[in-house]
Structure formats: C-alpha cells, structure tokens
C-alpha cells in the first residue's frame, strides 16, 4: 500500500502522540496552536477456533462473526502546542473509544437482562501527557503515554490498521491482538516521566521512569526502567535498527517468606531491524524475558513467576516482508512466542506454551484519507494438554483524519 503522509503520521500519533503533519482542525489562539485529528475503523471478523483435547483426543469447534475494531480502537487526539523562548511545549490529551457492543439484547444498558458486564464500548485515556524542550538538548515528558520496550516493533506491524489474531482478545471486543503474544508483547500506555535525546545522524535514544507493577511482593520501592535507542537511515534503502529493556524489582516489606507471593526481578530485553527498497520492506525483530510475564498471553507483568520466586522464561520472535505495488500493499508476517516455566504449569497446564501465527494482509488505500483492509490469520497453541488452532478472516476499513 502507498501509504499517504497523513496516514502514516496519524497512525504515529494515535500510537505516539506525535504530532500530525496535517490535521483535521486546527486553529491559534495567542501563542497557543490546538490541533485535533483522529481515526476510526471497524471490521467484520469471522473466526473458527479448534481445541483438541491431548489426553482423549476430543476435538471442540465453535465458529462465529463479529464486527468489531481491529488491533487499533478508535481515537481522538487533543493537541496544544506552544514555544516559549526555546523551549517547545507540548500537551496532548488522546481518548481511545471502541465500538464494541457485547448485549444480546439490543439497547439495554450495561446490568439489564441479557447484558454483560462492559456489555458497551469503554473510553479508554492513553495520553494524557505534557513534553518541553528542543532539538539541542531533547525532549522532557510526564504524564501517560505509550511504553518504550515493545514501542518500535508494534508500529512496524503490519496488522496495526488491521485485525490480526484473535485468540486473547473476547469477541467482540474493543481491539484485537495483532501479532501481539505471537511475535511481541505489548508495549501498553503507561504513566512515566521520560527523556528523548536529541537526534544526532539518525541516532535517539530515550530513557525512562514508569509506574511500578506490584505483581508480586507488597512493594514497589523504585520504578519500572524502561530505556529504547534506535539509528535511522535514508537513501535507496532506508531503514532502522533498534534496541530496549525494561526493567523492575519488587520487594516484601515483613522479608521474605511473610508476602501471599515471593517477589522477584523482572526484565527483558529486545533486537529489531527493518529496511526496504524498491517497494519492498522487511522487518526481522526478537526478544527474551525472565519474569516480565507470560509472552503467550502477550501483558507485561501478567504470570510473571509461579508464586514461590520461580519466574516465567520468555522469548519471541516476529518476521514480515511487505510489498507495495500502486496503491495497495501485500504483505505476510510470521511470529512465535514461547514460555517456560515460572507461571507456565499453572496457566497452560504444563512447563511450557508455544504461540505462532502467520498473518496474510491486503492494504488497499482508497484515498488519502480511507484505507480497506482485508486479512487472514493463522494461530496455533500448544502445550501438555492441549492443541488449539483459531483461523480469523476480517475484511473492513480505516479513516484517518
């Protein structure tokens, strides 16, 4: 798919806060500029899911459709941005609804007969953040904005416009997966104060403190590290190779013993390049986590270790190669996930879980405002117990403006 501009710099902003280089609305009062932009999509999902039963061979089937959003939910971005004396301000207000409806009656509210909890869409604030500084000595943030480990991988996914996997994410539901738990974990928005670097010849790095995870222990004594640095480049084959860690301890306060679960470390640590030409893009990325979670599920900080300080082994890997020919893209990605140990036995029912898709993605873009996506993706799980395989085929579309 040609990709136009603005496309490419709203999926940023959704994702990043970044700026738009156009925008919706846009208007300046005194020194003060407010831009507002946004996207939405919604698509149609028909999913068959398999689970067959090691220990008797029995095999269950169930098949159903949905319209629902893909991996991205929808969002409206608030974005003031001022300069005072050499100092850049930023302050951006982002609100991510769906447009999932779970009722099986229809226009009942949430509790009534025949509803769900969260039965309707949820409005969720992923950026709520304020940055100053310039280009000479970079950037300061506080507020809540999207993570650093796991950021640059999940941009580059070529399902992020669409729908990907659906294994984790209930149907119909405010987003799906993408490769996420097959390929990468998810980055999530996250309350941090961070730092950018300058760019200096394609090189920035950034650095931060984020709200710690009481996953096991009582307390939190120092914050979640998280630290990213990349190296862009131009020319015929332009590219990027990238690196990260994150980083985080907790602790018992009666010592250890006296906590409901022992505390530990966790960590992890990741690899990613891409680069294209002619048309062409590749993208090879890879991870490995001691304690940081269960990779299969794909949350930070969810199964991160068995209770006892034992932690949960964690390594992925996600491959795509994408081609644009006009104004449609093809692409095809392929990832695995795997866990040992820690909460493995607990969840999966053995020492370990294996999770691999493969996504086939048609990107068409209609005009430079509406892109149609149609996708079919491929999941399989294994372990002790059981062998599971979810076949999902989506068809729908995006608007960024």
Not at 155 to 172: E, F, K, Q, R, Y
Request: with cysteine.
């Amino acid at each position: 798919m040609q990709f136009t501009a603005l496309a490419r710099a709203a999926t940023l902003t959704v994702l990043a806060g970044a700026a738009l280089s156009a925008q919706a609305v846009g208007f300046t009062q005194g020194d003060v500029t407010m831009d507002i932009n946004g996207t939405v999509n919604g698509f149609y999902m028909n999913r068959e899911d398999t689970v067959t039963t090691k220990a008797t061979g029995a095999e269950a089937k169930a098949t159903n459709s949905m319209v629902s959003n893909g991996l991205l939910p929808g969002w409206l971005n608030f974005v003031a941005t001022t300069k005072v004396a050499d100092q850049d301000i930023k302050v951006h207000f982002g609100f991510a609804p769906g447009i999932v409806n779970n009722s099986t009656v229809v226009g009942l509210p949430d509790g009534a007969a025949g509803n769900t909890p969260g039965a309707y869409s949820q409005i969720d604030t992923r950026n709520i953040y304020f940055r100053f500084g310039n280009e000479n000595w970079g950037h300061l943030k506080f507020g809540r904005d999207i993570g650093l480990f796991g950021q640059d991988v999940i941009l580059s996914d070529m399902t992020l416009i669409g729908v990907g996997g659906t294994t984790n994410a209930a149907m119909p539901f405010n987003t799906t997966f993408g490769m996420i738990g097959h390929g990468y974990m998810y980055t999530g928005f996250q309350p941090q104060i961070s730092y950018d670097t300058p760019k200096v010849d394609g090189l920035q790095a950034s650095v931060g403190i984020f709200q710690p995870s009481k996953y096991a222990g009582d307390e939190t004594k120092t914050p979640a590290l998280q630290a990213s640095a990349g190296y862009s480049w131009a020319g015929s084959a332009p590219g990027k190779v990238w690196a990260g860690v994150v980083h985080q301890s907790t602790s018992c306060s009666g010592g250890s013993g006296n906590c409901s679960s022992e505390p530990f470390t966790a960590q992890g640590y990741e690899l990613g390049i891409k680069a294209g030409m002619n048309g062409l893009e590749g993208m090879l990325y890879g991870f490995k986590a001691k304690g940081l979670g269960l990779s299969t599920i794909g949350a930070q900080f969810l199964g991160g270790s068995d209770g006892a300080g034992n932690r949960t082994d964690s390594k992925g890997y996600l491959a795509q190669v994408t081609y644009k020919l006009g104004d449609t893209k093809l692409g095809v990605n392929y990832g695995r996930n795997t866990d040992e140990d820690g909460a493995t036995a607990a969840v999966f029912g053995g020492p370990k879980n294996v999770r691999k898709s493969f996504t086939l993605g048609v990107y068409h873009t209609l005009n430079k405002y509406i892109t149609l996506v149609g996708e079919f993706n491929h999941e399989k799980q294994d372990n002790d117990v059981t062998e599971s395989k979810v076949r999902t085929l989506s068809v729908g579309g995006v608007v960024f403006f």
